[in-house]
């Protein structure tokens, strides 16, 4: 490749050597003092080790080392910000950085997986972005741009994006400029090309919230202020007053645990849709030229794109609370895998509050001829003995510990009501559980009370497995596992004969997929 | 006929489940059908190889505990008596390792790379060699010792190996390599697979 000198005359602004805004040294100076306060500060206040050191070694010597501390994270953070520079040659992306060893990182568009967007608070007083570039080469090939302009950070996303769709596509060069003017607007105005698909409003907001539960990450997020938390209950506890408003709980118990139980599902529910909000609030989703867009959050304001090329599944998921309100998201899973627990987090490209027609009509957006089918084919019923076995395994050695630890052999008694009270669970579990093929579109639903619907074109499929126990070769059954390239989906105890058909029917696509013209991919 | 055809078909409900299976694009019938591929037994020196290793740790984990004052002191329990536990377990694995290695096979097809392992959970494992993004010939000193080599598979989304076939011996794991290789230019246009960020 050959690769105009920063120097030269005829380089556009991108190709020379740029630095990040100056103001991303005092970013990454109070993200490193935070990071080091929020890890630290449990452990010295908690446990009251701050107070113990001052004392030991006297207050002045530890104001002195901390200055010393932080003088030297401000002068690393300014190495840093001097020694990081990035540039653009045509649709590759170098990173120069390094504090001790300077390290030139060079990403081609073709290569990346996932670009967003961020704009917190802090950094939207000065109106720049937080541009991240994911890659499949692990965290030391994530490229972090904190701190550049919003148009600057449009235009590079534009242009890797237009590399990437590019190598897939083979469009031309001159129609990604168009869309690079077109969208070149800065990111908090809010306008781009495209069409609207969808935006959540106020109730749908709501609803999200409640249907699914992120009250575990407004814990996350108090987490480091537990210890405080707890000696402010301890306080409580010890306050006279409040213990005999507390004697109340203990003259009527039954209303106190009720009252318990309403008030820890209020704060739970509040906690959840707070999130939810702060998350999703004023969220869009748009399509231009086979790219999705979606832009949310209300501090943190948040841009990620996904292009039709690189999306490998989409999953409806409706929470047990969730069908009661009427209310799905989906999450589209891309090139890369996201563990299930992530997909709360920024990571994952989630459309929140969807009302069932919503639902259905966003994924024939996606694909057009992706549908979810309301029956599904179920698998065979001897998943129900299987899951019962198995469960009840776990749940009798449970039993068995129990009693040997409480020296009480009477709770071995309970035994034959283990697989009794796993059954339901069972059924229900095999009840949800179903498949359905149509056309090129494989669909596996899985849930208790919730369902979570996957569906992908059978020719996204990286590698099958098949797994047979030796039960399960006796019954003529198979688990199969179709491993996408954002994470396997498993339909468990199939027919061997359906097994095989959609075995060899899934190599079949992936091959005729392969032989076509790479435009159709 | 292969056994289970006769079992997939022995219950009612795998005969009903079959039946109501929905296909509308292909005629299945004529689908090239990869259960009636004949596997390949991988090396016969593939199972003595991992029956060394097992032993090797087997004697290195035995002799540890018969030499370690620590289970002196449990009582009613005599010192080689532990030590006679944690050996016979490792003959337990060593022999279920053999059993394990022997029902081991592969298969190359046009298309795809078959490998099947297991004995109790038998899994068999179908690679499309479209799929295929990166391969790599792997051998410990063991395996050396044993003329035999792995073959990593590597295919695109995945944090780890997609596929090991292990257990071939050299001459066969190279000349698969190099035909992998070439199967992988000609269905790629794209340059040979690189990290995503080269340093």
């Known amino acids: 490749m050959v690769v105009p000198m920063a120097e030269g005359g005829a380089a556009t602004p991108q190709e020379n050597w740029q630095r990040l805004s100056p103001w991303a040294v005092g970013f990454l100076f109070l993200r490193v003092l935070v990071d080091f306060v929020r890890n630290n500060i449990p452990a010295l206040a908690g446990a009251g080790a701050g107070v113990a050191l001052i004392e030991r070694i006297g207050l002045r010597e530890v104001l002195l080392v901390s200055l010393v501390g932080v003088l030297a994270v401000a002068l690393v953070c300014l190495i840093h910000y001097r020694r990081f520079a990035f540039r653009l040659v045509g649709d590759t992306l170098f990173v120069r950085r390094g504090i001790i060893e300077q390290k030139e990182l060079k990403v081609r568009a073709a290569r990346v997986q996932h670009i967003a967007i961020e704009q917190p608070l802090y950094l939207r007083l000065f109106g720049l972005v937080r541009l991240h570039v994911d890659t499949p080469g692990g965290a030391a090939a994530q490229v972090e741009l904190p701190g550049i302009s919003a148009t600057l950070a449009e235009e590079l996303r534009t242009r890797l994006l237009a590399g990437a769709r590019e190598a897939v596509v083979g469009a031309d060069v001159d129609h990604a400029g168009d869309t690079s003017a077109a969208s070149g607007a800065s990111a908090d105005t809010g306008t781009h090309s495209g069409v609207v698909l969808f935006r959540a409003n106020a109730r749908g907001l709501v609803l999200h919230g409640l249907a699914s539960n992120y009250a575990w990450v407004a814990a996350a997020a108090l987490a480091p202020f537990l210890g405080q938390i707890e000696r402010l209950v301890r306080r409580l506890g010890a306050d006279t007053a409040f213990a005999e408003r507390l004697q109340w709980f203990a003259d009527y118990p039954l209303a106190g645990a009720l009252a318990g139980v309403v008030l820890l599902a209020l704060t739970l529910v509040t906690a959840s849709v707070v999130v939810a909000w702060l998350r999703f609030h004023g969220f869009e989703l748009s399509r231009a030229d086979g790219r999705f867009r979606q832009r949310s959050g209300l501090l943190n304001r948040q841009e990620q794109t996904l292009s039709r090329a690189r999306l490998q599944a989409v999953e409806l998921v409706e929470t047990a609370v969730g069908r009661l309100l009427g209310r799905s998201h989906i999450v589209c899973r891309q090139i890369g895998a996201v563990l299930p627990g992530e997909e709360t987090s920024g990571r994952s490209f989630l459309v929140p509050g969807l009302a069932r027609a919503d639902a259905r009509g966003l994924i024939t957006e996606f694909w057009p001829q992706g549908q979810v089918a309301e029956d599904c084919l179920r698998v065979h019923r001897y998943f129900i003995r299987a899951r019962i076995v198995r469960l009840s395994a776990l749940g009798l050695l449970a039993l068995g510990v129990a009693a040997a630890t409480l020296g009480n052999p009477w709770y071995l008694a309970a035994a034959p009501a283990v697989p009794l009270a796993i059954w339901p669970l069972a059924w229900l579990h095999w009840r949800v559980l179903g498949y359905c093929l149509q056309g090129d579109y494989l669909q596996v639903r899985r849930g208790l009370l919730g369902r979570r619907t996957t569906l992908f074109p059978v020719h996204n499929a990286q590698r099958i497995d098949l797994a047979q126990s030796w039960f399960q070769r006796r019954r003529g059954v198979a688990d199969v596992t179709f491993v996408l390239a954002s994470g396997p989906v498993t339909i468990p105890c199939l027919p061997r004969s359906a097994a095989d058909h959609l075995t060899n029917l899934a190599l079949y696509r992936v091959e005729i997929d392969h032989a076509r013209p790479q435009a159709c991919r | ?199």
């Open chain 2, 1 to 199: 006929m292969h056994p289970w055809r006769k079992l997939a078909f022995g219950s009612r409900t795998a005969r009903r489940l079959a039946l109501e299976f929905r296909n509308d694009a292909v005629d299945v019938k004529n689908l090239p059908a990869w259960e009636a591929l004949a596997l390949a037994p991988i090396s016969r020196r593939y199972a003595p190889c991992r029956l060394l290793a097992v032993m090797l740790w087997g004697v290195v984990l035995t002799a540890a505990v018969g030499l370690s004052p620590e289970f002196d002191d449990i009582p009613g329990v005599g010192d080689w008596r532990v030590a006679a536990a944690v050996a016979g377990l490792f003959l337990l694995r060593g022999v279920l390792v053999w059993i394990e290695a022997r029902y081991r096979a592969w298969a190359l097809r046009e298309h795809d790379l078959v490998y099947r392992s297991g004995v109790v959970v038998q899994s068999t494992v179908i690679l499309p060699l479209a799929r295929i993004q990166h391969v790599e010939t792997v051998s410990g000193p063991l395996e050396r010792a044993f003329g035999l080599v792995r073959l990593n598979c590597y295919s695109a989304g995945g944090l780890s190996t997609d596929l090991v076939v292990a257990g071939l011996e050299r001459t066969t794991a190279e000349r698969v390599r190099q035909y992998l290789l070439g199967r992988i230019r000609e269905l790629d246009d794209e340059p040979a697979a690189d990290g995503g960020a080269d340093g």
